[in-house]
């Protein structure tokens, strides 16, 4: 996997061609969200239509094919001169209005006036494959996904790179509905704002690989579980290795008190005052300045714990050296 952009992409790849036949029933769900997510109403010279736009040809071709087939109703898709943002190509198309009420995006109140429908609620009639289209065309539409990336050596993934996966909407009422049916379905989806936008959102890589499986997008949910798998190896052997490092340093640390205590006693002459066990310690430490405890033992032939208690004698001893100094002083 070599970016972000291309691991979105194959994702919708992926579940483009899960949804290339649709049944009977799942077309005008397809169509709603679809124009739920990228329509929005505009006027033409006959009139009030609807204006889908997207960066994706394949979704907007198949909406019109679709409108053809069910409603026998042509529209064409025109690439825009504009560019996008991300500076990728604009496609859009527009659809007659009446095939927006059809699809129950609008309707008139009793005072005859226009109203947009908000809500998914009695939408799918309790078709499983309605609903798992439905939430499909939506993150065609308006979501997107990203893993981290690890680099080539042996390090952590760079930093703020996480596991996220998201949804944007404009529609406040409709969002929330969106959310409703995701939790509804077990998915821990959270809802926040982004300006003028709401977000629905997963972090949780192992709730990511379960939308996704949800979603029929196999290939992506390995993916991510791979990263899963070599970021938590990664994690681990840098964990071991802190620990040893952490350990040596203060091995070394040690010795070097215990080094300086003693050139400290031998300078002030105490060492030769000293018992033969601690005067041997001494000796040993000194020349075996980086050897650990367990070394110094194996040495010796005194146990690990004889050899710390003497070393730590002799620190202590030290001590009363350099406070004695202050004393005087
Ligand atoms: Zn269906």
Same mark, same amino acid.
Request: hydrophobic fraction near 40%; charge should be positive.
């Given at each position: 996997?070599?970016?972000?952009?291309?691991?979105?992409?194959?994702?919708?790849?992926?579940?483009?061609?899960?949804?290339?036949?649709?049944?009977? *029933? +799942?077309?005008?769900? %397809? &169509?709603?969200?679809? $124009?739920?997510?990228? =329509? @929005?109403? !505009?006027?033409?010279?006959?009139?009030?239509?609807?204006?889908?736009?997207?960066?994706?040809?394949?979704?907007?071709?198949?909406?019109?094919?679709?409108?053809?087939?069910?409603?026998?109703?042509?529209?064409?898709?025109?690439?825009?001169?504009?560019?996008?943002?991300?500076?990728?190509?604009?496609?859009?198309?527009?659809?007659?209005?009446?095939?927006?009420?059809?699809?129950?995006?609008?309707?008139?109140?009793?005072?005859?006036?226009?109203?947009?429908?908000?809500?998914?609620?009695?939408?799918?009639?309790?078709?499983? *494959? +309605?609903?798992?289209? %439905? &939430?499909?065309?939506? $993150?065609?539409?308006? =979501? @997107?996904? !990203?893993?981290?990336?690890?680099?080539?050596?042996?390090?952590?993934?760079?930093?703020?790179?996480?596991?996220?996966?998201?949804?944007?909407?404009?529609?406040?009422?409709?969002?929330?509905?969106?959310?409703?049916?995701?939790?509804?379905?077990?998915?821990?989806?959270?809802?926040?704002?982004?300006?003028?936008?709401?977000?629905?959102?997963?972090?949780?890589?192992?709730?990511?690989?379960?939308?996704?499986?949800?979603?029929?997008?196999?290939?992506?949910?390995?993916?991510?579980?791979?990263?899963?798998?070599?970021?938590?190896?990664?994690?681990?052997?840098?964990?071991?290795?802190?620990?040893?490092?952490?350990?040596?340093?203060?091995?070394?640390?040690?010795?070097?008190?215990?080094?300086?205590?003693?050139?400290?006693?031998?300078?002030?002459?105490?060492?030769?005052?000293?018992?033969?066990?601690?005067?041997?310690?001494?000796?040993?430490?000194?020349?075996?300045?980086?050897?650990?405890?367990?070394?110094?033992?194996?040495?010796?032939?005194?146990?690990?714990?004889?050899?710390?208690?003497?070393?730590?004698?002799?620190?202590?001893?030290?001590?009363?050296?350099?406070?004695?100094?202050?004393?005087?002083?």
């Amino acid at each position: 996997m070599t970016n972000q952009l291309t691991f979105s992409r194959q994702t919708k790849n992926e579940i483009y061609k899960s949804i290339n036949h649709l049944k009977n *029933c +799942c077309v005008d769900v %397809f &169509l709603y969200a679809v $124009f739920k997510t990228l =329509g @929005s109403l !505009t006027f033409t010279n006959k009139g009030l239509a609807l204006a889908v736009s997207t960066e994706n040809n394949d979704l907007l071709n198949l909406a019109c094919k679709l409108v053809k087939q069910q409603y026998g109703k042509t529209c064409k898709v025109q690439s825009e001169n504009t560019n996008s943002f991300s500076g990728n190509v604009i496609f859009n198309a527009k659809f007659d209005l009446d095939l927006v009420e059809k699809l129950k995006l609008i309707h008139y109140d009793e005072q005859g006036l226009l109203q947009i429908v908000n809500t998914t609620n009695n939408f799918f009639d309790d078709n499983e *494959c +309605c609903r798992k289209i %439905f &939430l499909k065309t939506l $993150f065609l539409c308006c =979501g @997107s996904i !990203t893993v981290p990336v690890m680099s080539e050596d042996f390090t952590e993934s760079k930093k703020g790179q996480r596991y996220h996966m998201e949804m944007v909407f404009s529609d406040q009422t409709f969002a929330q509905s969106v959310l409703e049916l995701l939790n509804w379905l077990g998915f821990d989806f959270k809802m926040t704002k982004r300006k003028s936008h709401v977000v629905l959102y997963l972090k949780k890589p192992e709730n990511i690989a379960d939308f996704l499986v949800y979603l029929n997008a196999m290939k992506s949910k390995l993916e991510i579980e791979n990263v899963m798998i070599e970021r938590n190896l990664r994690n681990v052997a840098n964990r071991q290795s802190n620990c040893i490092n952490a350990n040596i340093d203060k091995a070394l640390l040690a010795s070097n008190k215990q080094i300086e205590a003693i050139n400290l006693l031998q300078k002030a002459g105490k060492l030769a005052l000293l018992s033969v066990q601690l005067r041997d310690v001494a000796r040993l430490r000194l020349n075996h300045p980086e050897a650990t405890l367990e070394e110094l033992a194996q040495i010796t032939g005194i146990s690990k714990s004889g050899i710390r208690h003497r070393l730590d004698r002799l620190v202590e001893l030290s001590k009363d050296i350099t406070q004695g100094e202050t004393h005087e002083s």
